[in-house]
């Protein structure tokens, strides 16, 4: 089965934290590993993404670290703000332009 | 860049009813758009493959009778949800490929259905 494992479920973290989430997977073959935001009632929207070729990748107050050898990667957010308050969706693609496999969601909470 | 549209963003219909849903790539053309939908607090569930100018390709148990799709054009992908349902009340979410170093899927802002 191609599976995504997002843990965890729900995160509720201070203003100025770390939020922390994980995901691990077992197809071997997947290649690229995005992350989504989600917002209530909107589409996803493609934060920061990877490939297997680095170990860590930073764009601005958000991280993802990438362990191949593990097959578990995870997203670091920043001095979390109340404005990252989202779900938030691991992916992986196996080959270039195939289809995602998602994680089941984690739903973040920033209190101020 | 990379903006994808859908329309309408919130539909309600009676039963028995087709509704169309438009996905429109606004800013670059998409060879492939997928069909997403996503019940409350739950992931996205693939629904189907869509690549322009042929048959989409529908994952496993979508009634491809039931949900029409068709790619007539590198911008634009429509699902037409055929005699809806109660229990098709759902929300669709469209995503757009875009070819690049990277090949990434950009998402729509989703589609509200209701069926009365």
């Known amino acids: 089965q191609q599976q995504v494992k997002q843990s965890p479920q729900s995160l509720i973290v201070q203003k100025g934290g770390i939020s922390i989430i994980n995901c691990a997977y077992e197809n071997t073959a997947f290649d690229y590993f995005p992350w989504y935001q989600q917002f209530p009632g909107k589409g996803p929207a493609l934060l920061i993404a990877i490939r297997p070729d680095v170990s860590e990748k930073k764009e601005g107050r958000f991280t993802i670290s990438f362990n191949k050898s593990a097959k578990q990667f995870s997203l670091h957010i920043m001095d979390s703000q109340p404005g990252d308050s989202a779900t938030y969706f691991c992916?992986?693609?196996?080959?270039?332009?195939?289809?995602?496999?998602f994680g089941e969601g984690t739903q973040l909470t920033v209190n101020p | 860049g990379a903006v994808v549209s859908q329309h309408p963003s919130r539909v309600i219909c009676k039963s028995g009813t087709s509704v169309k849903i438009e996905c429109r790539s606004l800013d670059f053309q998409a060879t492939t758009m997928f069909w997403y939908r996503q019940f409350p607090k739950q992931s996205l569930m693939l629904m189907a493959t869509s690549n322009e100018g042929s048959k989409a390709t529908y994952e496993q148990g979508v009634e491809k009778d039931k949900f029409l799709i068709n790619h007539a054009s590198l911008t634009l992908s429509t699902l037409t949800v055929t005699s809806a349902h109660p229990e098709d009340s759902s929300f669709y979410i469209c995503?757009?490929?875009?070819?690049?170093?990277?090949?990434?899927?950009?998402f729509g802002p989703g589609t509200r259905l209701t069926v009365l």
């Open positions: 995503s757009a490929l875009l070819w690049t170093s990277t090949d990434t899927q950009y």
């Open positions: 992916a992986a693609e196996e080959t270039s332009g195939s289809r995602l496999t």
